[in-house]
């Protein structure tokens, strides 16, 4: 590969889940140390981040194509962007999408991506190279301070996974659970308020399994590091996000009872109401203890929302076993859910399972899902009217004097009225649709 002017400009572009996003914004950052400037909306950029996804559908197939319309509308711009090829896909093909792309230069995993800035020197100087290390707490020490920071942010507490689901490639493209250490959390998360956010999101693939020890050595998970979190001046809220049923602990439901500053939110996903499916995608729980668990939060905090992941079309899966799966949607009665249709993951168990099931059957089964979903979610915003609750405001509306936030339950409410993003306002809900409720300031 020949060498190539430095880029002036770049966009990342950033497909699946939070993480993903958080990786793409801190991937920005990086470029951004080097002096490169986003590409202005519609404008080509000189350098393209691929931040890939490995849950889609033929997700390395999708790359290719990605990459193919890139070289094209470069070509027909003038100049060919520098590409680089980041995210789960780039961990699980590596140096594949090198000898499949000549067009790359960069391919870096997820816990690689510090080292970008000096990926794309080599490859102005005409080098192409792959990087799929795993050392995600030294990635953590290598990124600059925050730079955009809105009132909610995000911090990235832990990474990979060893649950193994027996229909997730996870654990294979983000690797073993870590956990990043609580002093570096306590202080990130200062800096993070400094820099203006009122509300901190906590992330991991699973969160809830972060352990580490506290500033007097002693041992503390999830639970103890939100108490300690929920000490910083000017933090007002804290959510935390995806947690797995087997991590959940006592001392998860108390804070939820005794930590004001911990909203009443709690997305845990369970992918099915049958236990024969759920053994067979290895979740090391059954219907029947994911409920009493939901039970117990809803004890400790009886406004509780909650929230779930879906899939539908597991190998095998009976519509009798289906059926299960509405059965606890209508026990649990959740305020929002994310579900999706079963689909085979290169190198995974379930992708060589039989009883593969056919696709009119799953998108059946998908639709009447959602069905019941949105009508949970429907039923838990009007059930909401008429509440009085804090607004955290992150953005203006669709005209002059409408503001956009989230309440406590995560729910999307307008109002308008004299505010500014980052304002914690009060405000009484009147009225409710599927998605967003609006609201008027007290
Ligand atoms: S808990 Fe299961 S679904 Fe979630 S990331 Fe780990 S292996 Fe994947």
């Known amino acids: 590969m020949q060498n190539t002017i430095p880029p002036k400009t770049y966009r990342v572009k950033s497909f699946g889940c939070q993480m993903n996003v958080y990786d793409?914004?801190?991937?920005?950052?990086?470029?951004?140390?080097?002096?490169?400037?986003?590409?202005?909306?519609?404008?080509?950029?000189?350098?393209?981040?691929?931040?890939?996804?490995?849950?889609?559908?033929?997700?390395?197939?999708?790359?290719?194509?990605?990459?193919?319309?890139?070289?094209?509308?470069?070509?027909?711009a003038g100049k060919?962007?520098?590409?680089?090829?980041?995210?789960?896909?780039?961990?699980?093909?590596?140096?594949?999408?090198?000898?499949?792309?000549?067009?790359?230069?960069?391919?870096?995993?997820?816990?690689?991506?510090?080292?970008?800035?000096?990926?794309?020197?080599?490859?102005?100087?005409?080098?192409?190279?792959?990087?799929?290390?795993?050392?995600?707490?030294?990635?953590?020490?290598?990124?600059?301070?925050?730079?955009k920071i809105g009132p909610a942010a995000f911090l990235t507490i832990q990474e990979g996974c060893d649950k193994f689901c027996t229909y997730c490639v996870v654990p294979y493209t983000r690797g073993a659970e870590i956990s990043r250490p609580y002093k570096d959390l306590v202080t990130e998360a200062h800096k993070l308020v400094e820099a203006g956010a009122k509300e901190i999101t906590l992330l991991g693939q699973n969160v809830n399994a972060w352990t580490g020890e506290d500033d007097k050595g002693r041992a503390q998970g999830l639970a103890g590091l939100i108490r300690a979190l929920a000490q910083v001046d000017g933090l007002a809220r804290i959510r935390y996000t995806t947690s797995h049923p087997a991590d959940m602990d006592d001392a998860m439901i108390a804070a939820h009872g005794e930590v004001d500053k911990l909203m009443p939110y709690l997305h845990l996903p369970v992918q099915s109401g049958n236990d024969r499916v759920l053994k067979a995608m290895n979740r090391s729980h059954t219907a029947d203890s994911y409920l009493r668990l939901l039970e117990r939060f809803r004890t400790a905090r009886p406004d509780i929302a909650l929230s779930g992941d879906f899939i539908v079309g597991f190998p095998g899966e009976t519509e009798a076993e289906f059926e299960d799966t509405l059965r606890l949607v209508d026990t649990v009665g959740y305020a929002q859910a994310y579900s999706f249709k079963y689909s085979p993951r290169p190198g995974t168990p379930a992708a060589t399972m039989d009883g593969q099931i056919a696709k009119d059957v799953m998108d059946d089964r998908l639709q009447r899902l959602q069905a019941a979903l949105n009508r949970d979610q429907l039923a838990f915003n009007n059930a909401s009217v008429g509440q009085r609750c804090t607004v955290l405001v992150e953005r203006t509306g669709k005209h002059a004097g409408q503001w956009l936030g989230k309440s406590p339950w995560l729910q999307s409410v307008w109002f308008e009225g004299k505010a500014a993003i980052g304002d914690l306002v009060e405000v009484e809900l009147v009225e409710a649709g599927p998605n967003s409720l609006a609201g008027r300031l007290i």
Do not use: W
């Not at 800035?117 to 301070?145: H, N, Q, S, Y």
């Open 80 to 147: 060919e962007p520098l590409i680089a090829v980041a995210g789960c896909v780039a961990q699980a093909e590596g140096e594949e999408i090198m000898a499949r792309a000549p067009a790359v230069s960069m391919v870096v995993g997820p816990q690689a991506y510090h080292r970008l800035p000096d990926m794309l020197d080599r490859a102005v100087a005409g080098e192409r190279a792959t990087d799929t290390d795993m050392p995600p707490i030294a990635k953590f020490d290598a990124l600059p301070a925050r730079r």
């Open 24 to 76: 793409g914004e801190r991937m920005a950052e990086l470029l951004a140390e080097k002096g490169i400037t986003p590409a202005p909306e519609g404008k080509e950029a000189d350098l393209v981040v691929l931040n890939t996804c490995h849950i889609r559908e033929k997700a390395a197939e999708k790359v290719y194509s990605d990459i193919g319309r890139l070289v094209k509308a470069g070509r027909e």
